[in-house]
């Protein structure tokens, strides 16, 4: 089992920055893929950014559109993985979730998480 547990969201002005958190639970959080969704009112569960376990030298992903503004990162000692957000836009505006799996496969869409967070929500005025 793996808990997992966002922190870091919040109301930013367009061009602004946050950074969240998600502090996981669990021996084997090293070996797990780590990646951070985002949900929109009307909208369905996106991929935002993904960084690969240890077994697969911890590699990073990103969607079309926070590719250059977003960072993704984790610190196996503190079991927590990043997410650096910056040139914030309202279009950014969403509830972002935290997810882990042993892997997350070559599409990294929601259906390959086995555990979620609870989320945290991101608000960009314009």
């Known amino acids: 089992q793996v808990q997992l547990v966002e922190s870091g969201g919040g109301l930013v002005q367009a061009g602004g920055s946050l950074r969240l958190s998600c502090a996981a639970s669990g021996r084997t959080f090293t070996r797990y893929d780590m990646g951070w969704f985002r949900q929109a009112p009307g909208k369905e569960r996106e991929f935002v950014a993904a960084?690969?376990?240890?077994?697969?030298?911890?590699?990073?992903s990103y969607a079309d559109s926070v590719k250059g503004r977003f960072t993704i990162s984790r610190d196996n000692a503190k079991n927590t993985v990043y997410l650096q957000m910056n040139s914030l836009k309202p279009e950014d505006t969403a509830v972002y979730y935290c997810?882990?799996?042993?892997?997350?496969?070559?599409?990294?869409?929601?259906?390959?998480?086995?555990?979620w967070g609870q989320g945290t929500q991101v608000t960009v005025s314009s």
């Open positions: 997810a882990a799996a042993p892997t997350l496969g070559a599409t990294m869409t929601p259906a390959r998480a086995d555990y």
């Open positions: 960084v690969r376990g240890s077994w697969t030298g911890g590699s990073t």
